[in-house]
C-alpha cells in the first residue's frame, strides 16, 4: 500500500521546542490532521523557516489524535535545522504529512532498536504498541546525552545486566522494558554498542521464544548493517526506517532513491513514499 493518499498540508503551531545538550530538540506541533493519521516510522516535511523554500524531513515521535499535536525528536546538523532551532512558541510552519510507509508488526516479540536521531520512529513505535497483546524490548543508543531523562527502570529485561537499568522514561510509563546503550559512560548505561546488547538479548532467549521476535531499526547507516547483519545470524525479520536526502518528499522527483532488491532483481525506490520503512534485508545485501 503506498501511504500517499493521507498526507495533509497544514499550517502546524508550534506549542513547545525543548533543548537538550548535544545540539538535540524536542519539537512539539498542533497538527490535529496529521495527528489523527501518523503512524509509526512515518515522518512530515517541514518548512523550517520561510528563507529555505525546500522542506526538511522529521520522524514522528508522538501522535496525540485526542490532543491534536505531534512530536519530533531533531538535531541541528546544518541551516535547516539551526533555522528550526529558533522557531518559537506561537508560530507557525507549513507541515506536510504524515508521510510514507510505516513499521508492521506482525510477531509477539518486537525488538526496537533506535540510534541518535533514528529514535523517535522506535519511540513512537513503543506508544503504538502500549494496548497490543505483545512483549516488545526498546534498546536506544546515543553518543551524545540523551534528549530525555533516564529513569531506573523497574521493568525486566530478561538476559541483560541488572547494573544496567537506565530506561527511556515515557516507555517505562507505558510498561514498556527499554534499555540505553553508548560508548560513551554514562550512569546505568550499557557501555558499547546497541547491537551488543540485542546479541545477548537474543541468546539468552529460549529457541521457541526466539522465534517469536522481529527486529525494527533506525539510526546511522552503520548501525542498520549491523542490526541487519545480528538479524541475518538468528534468521529474524527485519525492518529498517531509513533517513536519506530528500527534496520533494512526496515520490515527485526520485531525489531519494535506493537500490531495493526484488523478486525480479535490483529496483531503484523512492524513501519517501516507497519507504522510508524497507525490509532490512532487500536493502542491506548479507
Ligand atoms: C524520512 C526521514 C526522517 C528523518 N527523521 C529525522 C529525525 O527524526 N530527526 C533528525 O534529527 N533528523 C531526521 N532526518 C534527517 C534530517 O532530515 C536532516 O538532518 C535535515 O534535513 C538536515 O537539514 P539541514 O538543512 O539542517 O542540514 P544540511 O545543511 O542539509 O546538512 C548538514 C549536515 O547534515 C548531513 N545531512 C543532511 N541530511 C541528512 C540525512 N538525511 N541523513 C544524514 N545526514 C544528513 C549533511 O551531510 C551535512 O553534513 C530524517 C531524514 C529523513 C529522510
Ligand atoms: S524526495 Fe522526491 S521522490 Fe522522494
Not at 58 to 87: C, D, F, H, M, N
Not at 132 to 142: F, H, R, W, Y
Not at 268 to 278: I, K, L, N, S
Request: glycine residues 8%.
Amino acid at each position: 500500500m503506498n501511504s500517499r493518499d493521507t498526507i495533509h498540508l497544514q499550517e502546524a503551531l508550534v506549542l513547545e521546542q525543548e533543548h537538550w545538550p548535544g545540539d538535540q530538540f524536542v519539537l512539539r506541533l498542533q497538527a490535529p490532521a496529521c495527528a489523527a493519521d501518523a503512524c509509526p516510522g512515518q515522518f512530515v516535511h517541514l518548512t523550517v523557516d520561510p528563507l529555505l523554500p525546500l522542506r526538511r524531513p522529521l520522524s514522528i515521535q508522538r501522535a496525540a489524535p485526542e490532543e491534536g499535536w505531534i512530536e519530533l525528536l531533531y538535531k541541528r546538523v546544518g541551516r535547516g535545522t539551526a533555522l528550526l532551532a529558533r522557531r518559537q512558541p506561537g508560530e507557525r510552519l507549513s507541515l506536510l504529512g504524515p508521510i510514507g510507509r510505516p513499521f508492521v508488526v506482525k510477531r509477539r516479540r518486537p525488538l526496537l532498536l533506535g540510534g541518535g536521531v533514528g529514535m523517535p520512529p522506535m519511540i513512537c513505535l513503543a506508544d503504538s504498541l502500549q494496548q497490543c497483546d505483545v512483549e516488545p524490548l526498546a534498546l536506544l543508543a546515543s553518543e551524545v546525552p540523551f534528549p530525555f531523562d533516564p529513569v531506573q527502570s523497574r521493568l525486566p529485561a530478561k538476559g541483560l545486566d541488572e547494573n544496567n537499568r537506565a530506561a527511556h522514561p515515557l516507555m517505562e510509563r507505558w510498561g514498556i522494558p527499554s534499555r540505553l546503550a553508548s560508548r560513551v559512560p554514562m550512569p546505568g548505561v550499557f557501555r558499547g554498542y546497541v547491537t551488543e546488547v540485542a546479541r545477548t538479548w537474543l541468546e539468552s532467549l529460549e529457541r521457541d521464544a526466539r522465534a517469536e521476535v522481529e527486529l525494527f531499526a533506525c539510526g546511522p547507516h552503520p548501525m542498520l548493517e549491523a542490526v541487519v547483519a545480528l538479524a541475518g545470524e538468528f534468521d529474524l525479520p527485519v525492518q529498517v526506517s531509513l533517513e536519506e536526502f530528500m527534496a520533494c518528499g512526496v515520490g515527485g522527483c526520485a531525489g531519494c532513491v535506493v537500490e531495493v532488491q526484488t523478486e525480479t532483481g535490483p529496483s531503484m525506490q523512492r524513501v519517501c513514499v516507497d519507504g522510508p520503512v524497507f525490509d532490512g534485508y532487500k536493502v542491506f545485501t548479507q
